[in-house]
């Protein structure tokens, strides 16, 4: 016996499924739009601007992907920026005091070590001292801007650096090839974590509620602490693939990455309240498209001074397309 | 006949003035388009050499791009030189030292010329020589007034405070310092130095010595921030502020809020504009020297890139870039301050430029097969406060 369907209920659920996808629909739809409009405007130097996109997008992909735990959870960290710019200039200091490869891999493993105290601060702090975990993330951010200015106060200039060919194949199709298998290689493991361990479930479930996820006998706090942890190690290589790019950093390395790391998970589609409907992809959907945006707006002749400008447009236009609409608060 | 001689007549003359229409669109340069990327988005200097540029376009054949760099972060400038390449731009005119190893790469990688103006350059240049200025996409910069290596500018400062003391009633005996860091500015540093040597070389036989407070590095040196309130505390008794660091914005401000700006006189590097309600006689008399780089100095830059762009270049080009000093302006009187304010600097309006579009033209090698690179720079380096008057 077969079951038909009568043509209003086939729209009906069409219609359904558009409202329970549209925040999926509107973040890939402006992937494929502002991929459309690189490939026409690239012109002349599409493979340039092809290499350019991937090496901008690396570094806050990489930071965006393991932000995921945390975004889940509909907590953020506001310090992430500092944490880059205090990471990178770290690491150049102990390559340039050690030297050679040794010093790349000291360099990055006591980063790592630090960034991994510090996502376990976060989240232990907020949950101990039962405050919203932005505060603790204030705190954070306040410490690293002085760390940083005292860092670099330290060196008397502006600027340090290492040779790049340290910190990267100097042939460029092999660093992009680099970036790629990095990218690959995180996206890989935060979703395996994020799909198929107690990880990402239970972050998603202390989004989606907190007292029912704590109420069904996991602890919270633990996992918030492994959640913020789970983002350190993102953050620190996520700055050692920012350091790939320049060699050098300087007082203001890592400025604006937590406000491009929220505005990238948002326009990829992540609630900014956390919850079932987060998703790794997110990170990889929201990135590509917030610097292919920039990319196609400069080689569409739009004034570069104006791009922030219109850049603010899109963003909040996007915002009042998935902006839940009884509530007038962001989806969850 | 008659008819055939006619034809053979109108046929060369068509074939003559093909053959001028072709030489003419062999000597138009080629279009170009330039991006320039400036330390700040406003300002009298930026919205100056804007104008000065915009002037130009149509003569060079040249249209320009502009974006702002930050002063700190390098990957925030490589992502910014990227979208210029990304924009199209054959050449790119940077205001900024930071990230230099990282862009000069990405501009080798896309065939795109790099050159400076209104910066010295020399992190790049003490540090990464070989990486910057040996690069065959790295031509040169014009430098914010002397270059490390030709500083005179301790010297000019001396003499603008000889010339106040001369036509005062009260001179100046004491005097302080103000610098920016010396990883930003060393010039500024060896101006300071070469300041008190000059000092100290006068007091040997003037009449009445000048005191100069040595440098405190807890006060005197600004980190592109108002100078510290306590300066004044810690310099009691002075008379003058030689302020080789910007003094309109970081240390006018705090002598007003100090109370002090009707009894220190200030001489200082640059010109934000509001300065000459003060200056000279006029207002509170604080300003008695302002010290302003000639915007015309950005057709170093401009001149070497086109050259390139055009395939041609000066027979006299150096191996590797260079760093020039160029012209600055010294307003050291009321009599100076009315011919600045009808310099390009102070109007915004090109007609006011020292130099019009065909002379610019005539400066370049595919405009003029006499022009040198010799020639470029003498032109650039004795540009005078007399000369904005003509």
Known sequence: MSTKTNPAEKQNSFLAFLGKHVYDIAAYAGLAVTLILFLIFGGKRLSYNAQTVLQTSAPTIIIALGAVFVYSMGYM???????????????????????????????????????LLCGAFNGAVAVWLKLPSIVTSLFLMFFFTGAQLLLMESTGTNSISVPTSLLRPANRSAYNLVLVLIIVAVTLAVTYFSRFTKLGKYTRGIGANETATAQSGVN???????????FGVCVAIGSYVMLMRTGSAGKGTGTGYA?????????????????????????????????????DLTTMGVDLNMINFVKAAIFIVIILITCRKHGGVLPR | MKQFTKSLVALMLVFVMALGCMSVASAEPKHAKIGVAFYQDTGYAVT?????????????????????????????????????????????????????????????????????????????????YDRVFKSEYFLGTATDGQNPDDTTIGTTMFNSLLEYNARAEKPLTHVSMAIFPVWAFPSQMT?????????????????????????????????????????????PGIEGIISFAAGTSFVYPVMVQAGVDKDIKLFTTGFEGGEENNFGTKGTQTFQQNMVSAVESVTYPLVLILNKINGVDFPDMPEAAERISTSQFCINSDEDLDVFV???????????????????????????????????????????IEDIAK
């Open chain 1, 77 to 115: 960290d506001v310090s992430v920026g500092q944490q880059v710019g205090v990471y990178a200039i770290l690491m150049i200091m102990i390559i340039n005091a050690v030297g050679g490869v040794l010093g790349v891999i000291l360099g990055f493993l006591a980063v790592l070590a630090l960034a």
């Open chain 1, 220 to 230: 919270t706090t633990k996992w918030k602490v492994i959640a913020y942890m789970a």
């Open chain 1, 259 to 295: 406000m491009d790391i929220m505005i990238c998970l948002i326009l990829g589609g992540m609630p900014l309240s956390g919850g079932m409907k987060s998703k790794v992809s997110s990170a990889l959907v929201g990135t590509l498209t917030y610097v292919l945006l920039t990319n």
């Open chain 2, 48 to 128: 100056a050499t804007k104008a000065y540029l915009e002037s130009l376009s149509d003569a060079l054949n040249v249209e320009f791009v502009y974006a702002v760099l930050t002063q700190t972060d390098e990957s925030a400038n490589l992502s910014t030189i990227q979208n210029l390449i990304s924009a199209n731009v054959d050449g790119i005119i940077c205001t900024m030292d930071l990230g230099t190893n990282s862009i000069i790469e990405e501009c080798e990688m896309a065939g795109v010329y790099l050159a400076g103006y209104l910066c010295d350059y020399d992190t790049s240049y003490t540090q990464n």
């Open chain 2, 191 to 235: 101006g300071a130095q070469q300041f008190v040597e000059a000092v100290e070389e006068y007091n040997k036989t003037a009449e009445t010595p000048i005191t100069v407070d040595p440098l405190d590095e807890e006060v005197d040196v600004l980190m592109f921030s108002p100078m510290d309130t306590t300066y004044f505390a810690k310099h």
């Open chain 2, 342 to 384: 009808h310099s390009i600097y102070y109007t915004g309006n090109a007609a006011d430029a020292m130099f019009t579009p065909d002379q610019v033209l005539n400066m370049t090698a595919f405009g003029n097969p006499d022009a040198t690179y010799a020639g470029l720079r003498d032109i650039l380096a004795h540009m005078t």
